[in-house]
Nanobody, 126 residues
Framework: QVQLVESGGGLVQAGGSLRLSCAAS????????MGWFRQDPGKEREFVAAISRYAYSTYYADSVEGRFTVSRDNAKNTLYLQMNSLKPEDTAVYYC???????????????????WGQGTQVTVSS
């Protein structure tokens, strides 16, 4: 089992940047494929990005490709999401999640992930 805690959310103007972090504790962090999801109220949780156990591979949703970068530091048990060129439509609660299955380079569903953080709010003003 792994526990996840996100941080780094906030209010930013359109075109700005934020860096989210997700601190993991418990079972060995490098055992997990990691993902970022986001959710607006009343909407389904949406896949943002995923990264393989040793960061050899990443995959992004089309809506964030080229603007967001997912990375991880297994020595620090931390997952990151660097978000650049932010748009108002990026406004959501962002969640990190852990998946014990091997990484697959495709859009993931929330159901594939077993462990979740509590979320961090990102608000992009126009």
């Amino acid at each position: 089992q792994v526990q996840l805690v996100e941080s780094g959310g906030g209010l930013v103007q359109a075109g700005g940047s934020l860096r989210l972090s997700c601190a993991a504790s418990g079972r060995t962090f490098s055992s997990y494929t990691m993902g970022w999801f986001r959710q607006d109220p009343g909407k389904e949780r949406e896949f943002v990005a995923a990264i393989s156990r040793y960061a050899y591979s990443t995959y992004y949703a089309d809506s964030v490709e080229g603007r967001f970068t997912v990375s991880r530091d297994n020595a620090k048990n931390t997952l990151y999401l660097q978000m650049n060129s932010l748009k108002p439509e990026d406004t959501a609660v962002y969640y990190c999640a852990a998946n014990g299955r091997p990484f697959v380079a495709r859009k993931s569903t929330a159901a594939e992930y077993s462990y979740w953080g509590q979320g961090t709010q990102v608000t992009v003003s126009s």
